[in-house]
């Protein structure tokens, strides 16, 4: 009898063993990423070692194994660059004129043949570096949308693939030096922890903070693989998508598409307090987050018994962007997809601002030239030089406006 009540006892300690669930902390992260004590986070800084040290720990109480070269962390050296057309010089070690990156690296390992990289910078401006968009007194640009958005929904996947998905391993990489040029992805790329022949495709979230009213959410890369247009809207259930071929792009997924992987880049769009201290953790849409991470969590499951995704070159719009010498001073909405191109932001004391033009303005003609997609208006500017006066028209609520404008 006492050894039947033993063996019931232990059954019963077995059945009440706790189950693994994927805590949901994006808030929490965000605050922590986006906090005044990590001062902006910019490459190389003190602000960025405790934001690599925090997401190293995420990584570490999910019980997902260190991938770095010196356990989760990939350090990096390099010149900043003087001229802006020459290549980064990387460095073995520091020096008084190098700066030192540092790439967070955690992989779940299912014994698959295959691995997903998912991705998202966690760097950002610090006080105000270059790229920079504010003209006041120095502050904190605590980047919440840009990026720390994107680091806490990878950390969000990670909790999820935990038991999930065992078709392919993952690598989780929260990268460095990305606003100063893709620094750490491009690193990583050169220098995988990992058999780079293994890259299955890679996930980059860049940007996913601010969900709009209409739920629209852009997807680079959806060209780089066959199947990935397929997949995208097949998985969609809450978005208005608007898609873009190209595996070239102003983030991290370029460097890996550049060493022919397939990728597909998350962005929720711009806005006025892009790459300014405004952009905060409270200005931050949290249930689109959560969308946004089911989506693409659904999206990997699609994939999970494809096997090798197929690699296909895109067409690299970036090589047909007309170089320009003047601007009009304003932030393009990147998620407009009806005619023309509507301003998401005008910037203080540049020409669209002093020739009165607002937010929502959609720009319908520049001088000779009628736009009719963000190409159009890019021709139609380079072809002005500092000191230059054309007019414009814009569609303001439904009412045209000319205006005059001086570069």
């Known amino acids: 009898m006492k050894r039947i009540l033993l063996i019931v006892i232990f059954i019963s300690l077995v059945g009440c063993k706790k189950e693994y669930q994927a805590e949901n902390k994006i808030k929490t992260d965000v605050s922590f990423l986006a906090s005044d004590d990590l001062e902006g986070r910019q490459t190389g800084t003190e602000g960025e070692k405790k934001a690599a040290e925090y997401i190293a720990n995420r990584f570490k109480e999910m019980g997902i194994e260190a991938k770095g070269t010196d356990g989760y962390y990939q350090d990096f050296s390099f010149k900043p660059k003087t ?24 992989f779940l390992d299912n014994n698959a043949s295959k691995t ?38 990878m950390l969000n996947l990670a909790a999820k693939l935990k038991e999930s998905n065992n078709g392919n391993n993952y690598l989780f990489i929260a990268f460095s030096g990305e606003e100063m040029g893709l620094l750490g992805s491009n690193y990583f790329a050169k220098n995988p922890s990992i058999d780079a022949e293994s890259i299955n495709y890679m996930i980059n979230m860049d940007m996913v903070g601010r969900l709009n009213a209409d739920s629209t959410l852009a997807v680079y890369g959806v060209g780089t693989s066959p ?68 989506y693409i969590y659904d999206i990997l499951t699609d994939l999970d018994d494809n096997g090798e995704l197929a690699f296909r ?15 009009l001073g304003v932030i393009p909405d990147y998620l407009y997809d009806g005619e023309g191109m509507r301003i998401d932001g005008v910037s203080e004391d540049k020409p669209a601002q002093k020739a009165g033009l607002q937010k929502g303005d959609i720009v319908i003609q520049l001088g000779d030239s009628t736009i009719v997609d963000m190409m159009s208006y890019m021709r139609a500017l380079s072809v002005f030089e500092e000191g230059n006066t054309t007019k414009v028209i814009v569609d303001r609520n439904g009412e045209r406006i000319e205006a005059e404008i001086k570069f």
């Not at 969609?236 to 022919?260: A, C, Q, R």
Request: glycine share 10%; proline share 3%.
């Open 116 to 153: 997903i990289v998912v991705g998202a910078h966690y760097d950002h401006l610090g006080y105000g570096a270059e790229g920079s968009l504010y003209r006041g007194e120095t502050a904190i640009h605590n980047g919440a949308d840009d990026n720390a958005s994107g680091v806490a929904v």
């Open 83 to 106: 001229d802006p057309h020459q290549e980064i010089e990387y460095t073995v070690t520091g020096t008084d004129s190098t700066v030192n990156g540092r790439n967070v690296v955690a």
């Open 313 to 327: 070159k895109t067409k690299n719009e970036s090589e047909d962007v007309p170089r320009f010498r003047v601007g």
């Open 227 to 294: 199947i990935f247009k397929q997949v995208i809207n097949a998985s969609n259930t809450n978005f208005k998508i608007v898609e873009n071929e190209s595996g070239v792009g102003p983030s991290d997924h370029t460097s890996f598409y550049l060493i022919d992987v397939p990728v597909l880049h998350f962005f929720t769009g711009q806005h006025e307090d892009y790459h300014k201290p405004g952009d905060d953790s409270d200005k931050l849409n949290y249930e689109g987050m959560d969308l946004i991470s089911d």
